[in-house]
């Protein structure tokens, strides 16, 4: 499995969920907006460092990568319930998270 795809797809959900989040109202932006890019940052951290760690390391970092996963698709998930963010964008931002979960899944299967 290529482990950098994970960092790729993570690295372009980012920039897509950032664009998202300056569309939305400020208040949203500055609650659960923040606390989804966040989330986002840190997920793109742990597979960043999953990248470069040693093989010891890794089964703990994609375990921290799979649950900030479970928790992003949660808080997009509650963003459309509350209507943030409209459901075009919510059926993209799942998506890419599905794919990443994927990747992810794989790579801590294998670890």
């Known amino acids: 499995m290529d482990q950098s795809l994970?960092?790729?797809k993570t690295y372009e959900f980012y920039k897509e969920l950032y664009t998202t989040l300056r569309q939305i109202s400020k208040r949203d932006r500055f609650t659960w907006g923040e606390r989804c890019e966040t989330m986002a940052l840190d997920l793109l951290r742990a597979i960043a460092k999953t990248?470069?760690?040693a093989k010891m390391k890794r089964?703990?970092?994609l375990t921290e990568a799979s649950d900030l996963l479970d928790m992003l698709k949660l808080y997009i998930r509650l963003g459309h319930d509350l209507k943030i963010i409209n459901p075009q964008k919510y059926l993209a931002r799942q998506a890419e998270l599905q794919e990443i979960g994927?990747?992810?899944g794989g790579w801590l299967r294998i670890a």
């Open 6 to 8: 994970a960092f790729q």
């Open 51 to 53: 990248n470069y760690a």
């Open 59 to 61: 089964r703990a970092l």
């Open 102 to 104: 994927k990747l992810v």
